[in-house]
């Protein structure tokens, strides 16, 4: 089966800019969660949808981060504008069920300047 | 708030050698236990996944064991090869089971 594809798999913006990362699940998969990792931290939570509906976005840093799940397929998170400290590594990943393995992508690198 | 410590955060070992890699957490109320390695430039690789009701699970050179009671979980690596070289992370779901926390990582480097 395909994996969880997340693109770009880099990107380099200007503080203010905006910026879509998109992640395409494993086919099947009700859940879909981001996280991410920023320079020297552990890598952390930012939402988790079940199918199109946000189930928690606890972890979302602000609202200058938007994400959305179209059809419950493909998810998208917005970043506008940004900000330096925005730069990191976003993550993906998707399960059929929330206890089950979680598949990652390979994530996509943010770097602001 | 669940924290999760690994030690040590760096390790070389010449091939060959088998070794143990640490994980603290500090709330036991975990659902399951997942360790992970992650290549440079790549995604997270899920290595075992350890329910709260079991001890341990066992993947080829792998063990991983998870003692709910002290806030530990190892991962083992017999004979260790150049290309376990990797960051090892240990995650926990948590949060009404919708969220993992993870540790900060070992970066593993075994040398020929």
């Known amino acids: 089966e395909a994996g969880v594809t997340q693109f770009p798999s880099h990107s380099v913006i200007e503080k203010g800019q905006t910026v879509t990362l998109r992640c395409d699940p494993i086919?099947?998969?009700?859940?879909l969660y981001w996280y991410r990792r920023v320079m020297g931290k552990e890598i952390k939570f930012l939402l988790h949808?079940?199918?199109?509906?946000?189930?928690?976005e606890s972890g979302m840093p602000n609202n200058r981060f938007l994400a959305e799940r179209t059809g419950g397929t493909y998810s998208t998170l917005k970043v506008q504008p940004a900000e330096l400290e925005d730069s990191g590594v976003y993550f993906c990943?998707?399960?059929?069920?929330?206890?089950?393995?979680?598949?990652f992508g390979s994530g996509t690198r943010l770097t602001v300047v | 708030k669940q924290e999760v410590t690994q030690i040590p955060a760096a390790l070389s070992v010449p091939e060959g050698e088998n070794l143990v890699l640490n994980c603290s957490f500090t709330?036991?109320?975990?659902?399951?236990l997942q360790w992970f390695r992650q290549d440079p430039g790549k995604g997270l690789t899920s290595l075992l996944l350890?329910?709260?009701?079991?001890r341990e699970q066992t993947s080829g050179r792998l063990n991983a064991s998870l003692d709910k009671s002290s806030g530990r979980s190892t991962l083992y690596i017999a004979a260790s090869q150049p290309g376990d070289s990797a960051t090892y992370l240990c995650?926990?779901?948590?949060?009404?089971?919708?969220?993992?926390?993870f540790g900060t990582g070992t970066q593993l480097k075994v040398e020929l």
């Open positions: 990943a998707s399960s059929q069920l929330q206890s089950r393995p979680y598949t």
């Open positions: 086919s099947g998969h009700d859940n």
């Open positions: 949808f079940v199918k199109e509906s946000k189930q928690d």
């Open positions: 709330d036991s109320a975990i659902y399951n």
């Open positions: 350890i329910q709260s009701s079991q």
């Open positions: 995650a926990f779901l948590t949060g009404g089971g919708n969220k993992l926390t």
